[in-house]
């Protein structure tokens, strides 16, 4: 096929313009995004119902709820989480589950229970969880005059902010076409309060019902009724709605003989609902939005864009503060320049190596020409298998850079090695490429036949390494194509008037056999009995290496802030939250740049867990990363001396890496019940287990209390007195301003009329407070109710399972699930089971052992499909653990930890030293044919050893300046550069002294190689 190609440049070229031209188009409207649109199956329940009990919720609403969607197809798991007024059941689905039918699903069971929960409950939000659901960027509004107005002015200013960003800042943003939904959080509402005139309702013989039942008489709405007027039909409305606070001051009824206004009764004031939650800029009162992008939104498009508007908002609104904050798209920015860094200094160090090896400039214009020219033609395979630029494909695209180097050297290396042979150009080109395609296919088959089982991964984390695996099997593809047709007809082209002086085949293998490769292989050759020795000892020093060096997730790197995880585990209001918090900012003053603080409930409809009142968020930005340990360090000692009951996690602030490839989990949940009940335990079956867990020295987690007050009614009394139950109800709601009678229609929302009371303490109210009998007299509240104080777990937790108490334990260490399960069955009256991410890392170390077994196995039967051999891919295999050791030993050395990352290193380095390796043995298998054994490994080394030593410069050449680097894009690559680094070294090594060692042993004898 080449030789027909070779003979038409015409319409290869025109071939492959084309095909640039193609990718040119398809990289502009390829979607840029931070990851893959990944649906994840996991489902969302967030159910609210105000002024409701954590007990009384979960046994009325959750538990009905949750029996009825355990009855889910392809449902894995299931838990809840029950908190005072609200809670969230979340759905783990199996990976591959059509969330879009398993939404339409969910939705069902639940309008089928519906009829069996309690009347005035909303309906159920069901939320369907995307990867693309993270947000892109967090933007802080600030007012800057708010401090200088009184208590008045600023009560109504809130409001008016409020209503401008709802209805004017989010609309905006949400107006851009990248923008997908905009969340917000940090405002306030307004409610109608109508406080009853106690002394004129009694004089008039009045009670609260009775003013709620006059509102509820002028609140109507009557719909539109067609009327016909001759050959013509209108429309005609009644409405009677109330719109405003005048009308409804303005009410007029008549009590016996007198015509009154509902003013005259009541005091009627448009107010701020209270607030159960607020957010904080540097200690200021903000608004929070919360960006997230369409899922083929352009990212780079979507920050322009954005920032223009910034710009209008801050020329427009010159009374206000915006900032930035959080912003992800600085990780795919970092993606985007390690591609352009590998494109640079790949393409200046070949064209370096190339120079000095060949002494001549066509070659390394002619590399220079291929790389960009297939990662243009990748773009276009990107599009037609409907893959995004992200993070993850990028990354595979920078990985197979090296790849194309490396393709591109040994087809022109091979090129000209045949001219120099005395073949013609043409001959030469066609035989260069023809002899090398068979071994850089293998080598780029046995390179996807290690990433590509990654898919197999279960969850999301396989789905991501589709990503990869794809980009680097296209990149892989648009390399060698290039390389097989568009180079040698390049250089067919280029070399046209080129003179290369030939050789003979005795001039060439006297050389090869004087040669100072020869002459430095025969030793190893001679005692390779002794290299073979060396092998074993090698993979026990990197053994060793391996147990020594650190291992995590992600290696250190710059973090830009840290995130503080505050529950104060006491039932505090939200100014004494508010007030800690600023006494923490205070304490903690000069070690932070900028603070955000969401504290107490968040209005996020997207939030993936309802936070209580008492709870809080603080993040804490700072451009000195090497303070982040020491604040770190300050917020848990000042917690602890001032309220050591708060329970309070911090740790940097995650990235994007950290969301994708982190979990949130704790190391090892129990999930603890009463043997007797099957219910959660109580206090008095769970202080034994406590007891021997704090003997035994586990660290440990118990879920938060709360202390709760409890309102019974005193039935007896209230008979006797004739007092209705609704009255009594009706006035508590009042007291506690609960007591919603209707709303106002005609404004942009719909604002509750509420029938409450003065704001006092409210011992105080109840002390005070009348409740009106059968007989129409007042009468004291307090003697038809019980007031008693009781503490029990903030949150209700649950499984598919069923109920259960939650126990964290913290300490990371092997065997701690059976050492528990032992303390359990020793505190008897207690049983449990297990999750966390002690189990999943678990089943993940066994996913990636089968993995790794089908790697291999993949990779043996590309090898012995290539050398028609059952013993010559073990020579080839060899060489991936000397690449490993040499890897671990460079990243022990360099201080460097075991990771992900580092991992992904070790993974191209073998694929390159494994490319090195099948070129030898290629060439040695091609030579043996017509000369001695010792003559063929001489004759390969010739053939082969420019090319190795090349591919392995120019990959460790481009490496070294990231080693150098400073910043989040270097210190992210670093690992990978050590492992890759160290691989090359110790694998360009082998593939010249160790394999032709071992393919002498397997083809010949002693006296073969003497």
Known sequence: MLNFLIQRPVAVLMSFLGALILGLIVGQILPISLLPDIPIPRISVQISYANTSAAELEKTVVTPIRNQLLQLDQLEDLSSRTGNGQATIELFFEYGTNTDLTFIEVNEKIDQVMGRLPRGLERPRVLKTNIADIPVFFLSVVPKRLESMDETARQAYLLELSDFCRNVLKRRMEQLEEIAFVDMSGLVFPELRIIPKASVLQSLGMSEETLADILRRNNLSLGSIIIQDGHYQYNLKLNAQLSNPEAVQNIYFRQGERLLQLKDVAHIELARRPEMGRYQYDQQRAFLFSVRKKADARLFSLKENFGILLESFKEDYPELEFHLSNDQTRLLQVSVDNLLSSLYYGAFFAFLVLLIFFREWRSPVLIGLAVPIALIIALLGFYLLNISINTISLSGLILGVGLMIDNSIIVIDNIRQQRRLGLPLTEACVVGGNEVIRPLLSSALTTCAVFFPLIFLSGTSGALFYDQAVSISVALAASLITAFILLPTLSRIFDRKKEVRAESREEWLHRANTSWYARSVDPFLKYRWGVLLFFPIVLWLAWLGFRASPQEAFPEFTREGLLADIDWNEPIQLEENQDRIEALLDYLDGTFTSSSSLIGEQQFALQPEARNVNEAELWLYTEEPEKLLGLEQKVQQWSAEHYPQAQVKSEPIKTLFDEIFTTQKPFLVAHLKSIQTQERPTSEELAPLLDRLDQQGFQYVVPPQNLEYQIRIRQDKALVYEVPYDNIYHQLKTLFNINEVGSLKGTKQLIPILMGSERRDFQTLLQAAQVRNRQGNELPLRDFIELSRSQDVKFLTATSRGPSLDIQLTEEREGLQEEVSRAIRQAGGLTAHFSGRYLEDARS?????????????????????????????????????????????????????????????????????????????????????????????HGAGQRRLRPILMTSLTTILALTPILFSEGLGAELQRPLAFAVIGGLLSGTLASLYFIPVVYSVFRGGKKAVR
């Open 845 to 937: 170390v066994r996913e990636l052992l089968w993995i790794l077994l089908v790697s291999l196995a993949l990779l043996y039967l590309i090898l012995a499909a290539q050398f028609e051999s059952l013993l010559q891919p073990l020579i080839v295999m060899l060489t991936v653990p000397l690449g490993l050791a040499g890897a671990i030993g460079m990243l022990w050395l360099s201080g460097q930890s075991v990771n992900l990352v580092s991992i992904i290193g070790m993974i191209v380095m073998s694929g390159i030293v494994v490319n090195d390796a099948i070129l030898k043995v290629d060439m040695m298998n091609r030579l043996s044919g017509m000369y001695s054994l010792k003559e063929a490994i």
